[in-house]
Each structure stands twice: as structure tokens, then as C-alpha cells.
């Protein structure tokens, strides 16, 4: 099976502009998450999609959001980028059920000027 | 409010001797526990996990302790090899009945020398 799947992987974006990361789990997994890399921060919980529904979420402000098609794809969306959005975007992909591992992809690199 | 802790950034270690990096926890619902390895430029990887109904689980060199009652788990690397090298995190599982969620610690830097 193919693994978890992030483009682009890197991208480089001014303040005020919006950003679309896009996320293709693992084939046959329903549930898709997301999560942000900062240096000291370790791995923050942004949110998880279920067959196509928002599930859980994490404590970010509006400004992140996110989608999941009927294939499993996922979407990130991050409008009016701040410089503190620089980070590694990691996506995750897995069954979703309760006590299992995720499969994370390579993630997207996002610096924001 | 950090419900996974690791608190130390980093470890350095020689090779063939024992790693043991360290992770603290504040909710006791939490029920299991992953420990996953970064490289840089990689996404983490899956390394070994605990269920809170066991108090130790063995992978090849990988053992994972884990102290209910301390609320702290531990990550047994022996012997190390340079290879190993990595930032390991650890990650805690906080929903009972769904899944897709785990709430990770800052991460410890390993470095194995030669």
C-alpha cells in the first residue's frame, strides 16, 4: 500500500495570503487528521475528519480549517497566514478507531514572510 | 496546558549502552500510549505502544514501561545504535470511543554516538 501523501512539501507564503495543503491517506483509511510542528511545541492536534465530518477538533483559532472528500482526501486551508504559522504541517491517516497508531505523511513546510 | 510531557529536550548517549527517555502525563483517563520516532525532513513513525491495562511491552530493542500510578511512561532503547538517532515523541490517546486523536509531548532529541 501506498503511504500517507502530503503536497506540496514545501511552500513559501507572505502575511495576509491563505494557504491549501492537501493530505491522500492511506487507501482504505476513513480518518484523516491534522497536526502542527513547531520547534518546542512538539506535535499540536488541529483536527480530525471522519467519512467526509469533522470529528474532533483542536483549540486553533478559525483561521485553520479543513475538508475531507468522499475518497478520504483531505484538505487544510489556513487564511490570513501570520508569521507564527510557520510550520511543519503533518497529516495522518488510520482506521479510526479508538487505540490505534497513525500513519503520518512527510508533511508540508510552511514558512510564512 | 501540556497533558504530555517530556521534559527533557535531549539525551545523548554511547552506542551499545541504554537510552531511556522519559514522558509524564496529568490525565488519568488517558488508556494508551504510543511512542512514535521523527527524522528530520520525515513525518514521525510508529515505534512501539502501551495499553494502560499492561504495565510493559517488548519490541526488539524497544520496551515501553508504563507507571499508572506515577502517571509516567518510559522508552528502553538497548542496545543503541546510532541509527537511533531521532527525536522521539511520546503520545497519549484521549478518547475512549473514537479514534484519529492523540495528544503528543514536545519530544526528546536522542543522540547516539559512535
Known amino acids: 500500500k501506498a503511504g500517507v501523501t502530503q503536497t506540496p512539501r514545501y511552500l513559501i507564503k507572505t502575511r495576509g495570503q491563505q494557504v491549501t495543503l492537501s493530505c491522500s491517506p492511506i487507501?482504505?483509511?476513513?480518518?484523516v487528521s491534522w497536526y502542527q510542528q513547531t520547534p518546542g511545541q512538539g506535535l499540536q492536534f488541529l483536527f480530525e475528519y471522519f467519512s467526509e465530518t469533522q470529528r474532533n477538533k483542536g483549540n486553533f483559532p478559525g483561521r485553520f480549517s479543513g475538508r475531507q472528500f468522499s475518497n478520504s482526501r483531505s484538505e487544510m486551508n489556513v487564511s490570513t497566514l501570520e508569521l507564527g504559522d510557520s510550520a511543519l504541517y503533518l497529516c495522518?491517516?488510520?482506521?479510526?478507531?479508538?487505540?490505534?497508531?497513525?500513519?503520518f505523511g512527510s508533511g508540508t513546510q510552511l514558512s510564512v514572510l | 496546558d501540556q497533558q504530555v510531557k517530556q521534559n527533557s529536550p535531549s539525551l545523548s548517549v554511547q552506542e551499545g549502552r541504554i537510552s531511556i527517555l522519559n514522558c509524564d502525563y496529568t490525565?488519568?483517563?488517558?488508556?494508551?500510549f504510543l511512542w512514535y520516532k521523527k527524522y528530520p525532513a520525515e513525518g514521525p513513525t510508529f515505534l512501539i505502544s502501551i495499553s494502560s491495562i499492561k504495565d510493559k511491552n517488548e519490541d526488539g530493542r524497544f520496551t515501553v514501561f508504563l507507571n499508572k500510578s506515577a502517571k509516567h511512561l518510559s522508552l528502553h532503547i538497548v542496545p543503541s545504535q546510532p541509527g537511533d538517532s531521532a527525536v522521539y515523541f511520546c503520545a497519549a490517546d484521549p478518547e475512549v470511543n473514537q479514534g484519529g486523536k492523540l495528544i503528543f509531548g514536545q519530544g526528546t532529541e536522542l543522540s547516539v554516538k559512535p
Open positions: 495522518a491517516s488510520s482506521d479510526g478507531q479508538p487505540n490505534e497508531k497513525l500513519f
Open positions: 490525565n488519568s483517563m488517558f488508556d494508551y
Open positions: 487507501s482504505g483509511h476513513r480518518s
